[in-house]
């Protein structure tokens, strides 16, 4: 009888003490970490936009984005995954241009979103071609490259009417001849370098082949 007292006395004993080591021996939950939401995935507000780019854009590019200025672009009906990429480029520094780097860095991820899905909502209005000793250059390079020195033609990315591919390529039809010749000279010049692809393609070309398909551009329907 004393030896069966002794033992239920150690076993209460011992409860405690397994209990605190189960209790140990249970791995913790990790806390929950509150996830951030990319500017992706963010709900586009146009009355929004339309006001930020009112206040912040108008000036250069038109009330309706069809810059009436050739050196600066005409931005309506542009894919919105396109603007909000160059404007994150700018504001990163990865896209030198130091007007645009000042708009930009004034701009979040929602408000780039907001101005870039505006601007797609408006119609861009038709350009036209105006060199017509070069538009027959213009086109050959654009709808065929140059085969002999490996320049993909422009339509392959661009389509042939020039209305790009969303998410991937911008659209280019109706754009200012000067503004694209500007760009493509940059890209082979090495002053704009956030493209790879169109670096490797604009240093192959001569000013004359880049003022040809610029003008040929400019009056893509």
């Known amino acids: 009888m004393k030896l069966l007292t002794t033992l239920l006395l150690a076993a209460s004993l011992a409860i405690p003490v397994f209990s605190t080591f189960a209790q140990e021996a ?46 600066n672009p005409k931005l309506a009906q542009q894919h919105p995954e396109y603007l909000v990429k160059q404007l994150q480029e700018f504001k990163e520094g990865k896209r030198a241009n130091a007007i645009m780097l000042g708009f930009a860095s004034m701009l979040t991820d929602a408000d780039m ?79 704009r370098q956030n493209s790879l692809q169109m670096t490797q393609i604009a240093a192959k070309m001569n000013d004359k082949e880049i003022k040809a398909v610029s003008d040929y551009i400019a009056g893509l329907r």
């Open 26 to 71: 249970t791995p913790a939950v990790p806390p929950v970490e509150a996830k951030v939401v990319p500017a992706q995935a963010l709900k586009p507000d146009l009355v929004k936009g339309e006001a930020t780019f009112t206040s912040m854009c108008i000036a250069c590019h038109a009330a309706d984005g069809n810059s009436v200025i050739g050196a």
């Open 113 to 191: 979103l907001n101005v870039a899905y505006w601007l797609n909502s408006k119609v861009a209005t038709p350009g036209f071609a105006k060199d017509k000793e070069l538009v027959s250059m213009g086109e050959r390079i654009y709808r065929g490259g140059i085969t002999d020195r490996q320049i993909p033609a422009c339509a392959g990315c661009h389509s042939p009417n020039g209305a790009g591919m969303p998410a991937q390529f911008p659209r280019l039809s109706g754009q200012h001849a000067e503004y694209a010749a500007t760009q493509l000279t940059n890209f082979r010049d090495g002053i």
